[in-house]
């Protein structure tokens, strides 16, 4: 159901604004570069210093941005299953095609209580649903035992898997079956994910190259392999340099030396100083990609 390269989008900000007319650049600039899919509100969206009313809005105003032309996993997650609940609802009246659920952070949930958070979400909204599993964020690995009690749910149809591990990407796709939806999370593994049964990737550095991972992904569904690898070693520069700082800082500084969006990040991320090293060397980047 969600396959190729799908963005986990910034929340552009202005004066501390949620900024609507940087949103819809950037969604437009998206959905011209090839991109297969975007994910408003995940964690590069800053989606835990959104309140519920911004968060809504976020996914208000990508849905009405897209105009259908391609499908939009809304981040819709909490470490509350109530909450949850409550922001799968709303996506679901605004009418996107699935919701992305993070496993609950803080709380550090047993494995069968992560099984009982998803069914419940599940359960309460008739909405497919995309686990999300980045333990260095959330405190709590979920193991692919508990990926396979969930993906038995017939709303539960993926999960994005931001370990890095291929073994577990092996484990997922042994235990959920051939028709479940496996999305990486780290941009720097996609093709190997993609090489042991993966489907695709919610990815931070297509908001800067949407096409370049979506024609990765492409050209692996497609049994070019020399082509794909090519394209892999070409984002790797870039994405290191993204990485180099909390993200989204240094993709959102990127975004705005291309005149998307201003430099501006939610508190307590910091905005990155234009004139420092990180910021020079991911101008040079930009310029030698020919993106600036």
Same mark, same amino acid.
């Given at each position: $159901?969600?396959? *190729? @390269?799908?963005?986990?989008?910034?929340?552009?900000?202005?004066?501390?604004?949620?900024?609507?007319?940087?949103?819809?650049?950037?969604?437009?600039?998206?959905? /011209?570069?090839?991109?297969?899919?975007?994910?408003?509100?995940?964690?590069?969206?800053?989606? @835990?210093?959104?309140?519920?009313?911004?968060?809504?809005?976020?996914?208000?105003?990508?849905?009405?941005?897209?105009?259908?032309?391609?499908?939009? #996993?809304?981040?819709? *997650?909490? &470490?509350?299953?109530? /909450?949850? =609940?409550?922001?799968?609802?709303?996506?679901?009246?605004?009418?996107?095609?699935?919701?992305?659920?993070?496993?609950? %952070?803080?709380?550090?949930?047993?494995?069968?209580?992560?099984?009982?958070?998803?069914?419940? =979400?599940?359960?309460?909204?008739?909405?497919?649903?995309?686990? %999300?599993?980045?333990?260095?964020?959330?405190?709590?690995?979920?193991? @692919?035992?508990?990926? !396979?009690?969930?993906?038995?749910?017939?709303?539960?149809?993926?999960?994005?898997? @931001?370990?890095?591990?291929?073994?577990?990407?092996?484990?997922?796709?042994?235990?959920?079956?051939?028709?479940?939806?496996? #999305?990486?999370?780290?941009?720097?593994?996609?093709?190997?994910?993609?090489?042991?049964? *993966?489907?695709?990737?919610?990815?931070? =550095?297509?908001?800067?190259?949407?096409?370049?991972?979506?024609?990765?992904?492409?050209?692996?569904?497609?049994?070019?392999?020399?082509?794909?690898?090519?394209?892999?070693? +070409?984002?790797?520069?870039?994405?290191?340099?993204?990485?180099?700082?909390?993200?989204?800082?240094?993709?959102? !500084?990127?975004?705005?030396?291309?005149?998307?969006?201003? &430099? +501006?990040?939610?508190?307590?991320?910091?905005?990155?100083? $234009?004139?420092? /090293?990180?910021?020079?060397?991911?101008?040079?980047?930009?310029?030698?990609?020919?993106?600036?």
């Amino acid at each position: $159901m969600f396959q *190729g @390269a799908y963005t986990a989008l910034v929340t552009p900000m202005k004066k501390g604004r949620v900024d609507d007319e940087a949103l819809t650049r950037l969604v437009e600039t998206q959905i /011209e570069g090839g991109i297969d899919g975007l994910v408003p509100c995940g964690t590069t969206g800053e989606s @835990a210093t959104l309140s519920h009313a911004e968060h809504v809005h976020v996914v208000e105003v990508v849905m009405r941005a897209a105009r259908g032309r391609v499908p939009i #996993l809304a981040g819709a *997650g909490s &470490n509350s299953t109530r /909450e949850a =609940i409550e922001l799968t609802r709303a996506c679901k009246e605004l009418g996107v095609s699935g919701t992305l659920q993070i496993t609950p %952070y803080y709380n550090r949930p047993p494995q069968d209580g992560l099984v009982s958070h998803f069914r419940a =979400i599940a359960d309460a909204v008739p909405l497919p649903m995309v686990l %999300y599993n980045v333990p260095s964020r959330t405190g709590i690995d979920m193991l @692919a035992d508990a990926v !396979a009690a969930c993906a038995s749910h017939p709303q539960i149809v993926g999960i994005k898997e @931001a370990t890095g591990d291929m073994h577990r990407v092996a484990e997922i796709r042994e235990q959920c079956g051939p028709d479940f939806d496996i #999305l990486s999370g780290d941009d720097f593994s996609v093709l190997g994910l993609l090489a042991v049964g *993966g489907n695709g990737v919610i990815s931070v =550095i297509t908001n800067i190259l949407p096409g370049v991972l979506a024609q990765m992904c492409k050209a692996v569904r497609e049994g070019d392999l020399a082509k794909a690898q090519a394209l892999n070693h +070409e984002h790797l520069p870039l994405t290191r340099l993204l990485f180099a700082d909390s993200n989204p800082i240094p993709t959102k !500084a990127c975004l705005h030396m291309m005149g998307v969006c201003e &430099n +501006e990040n939610r508190s307590p991320l910091r905005d990155l100083d $234009m004139q420092g /090293e990180l910021a020079a060397s991911l101008r040079a980047q930009l310029t030698a990609m020919k993106l600036l």
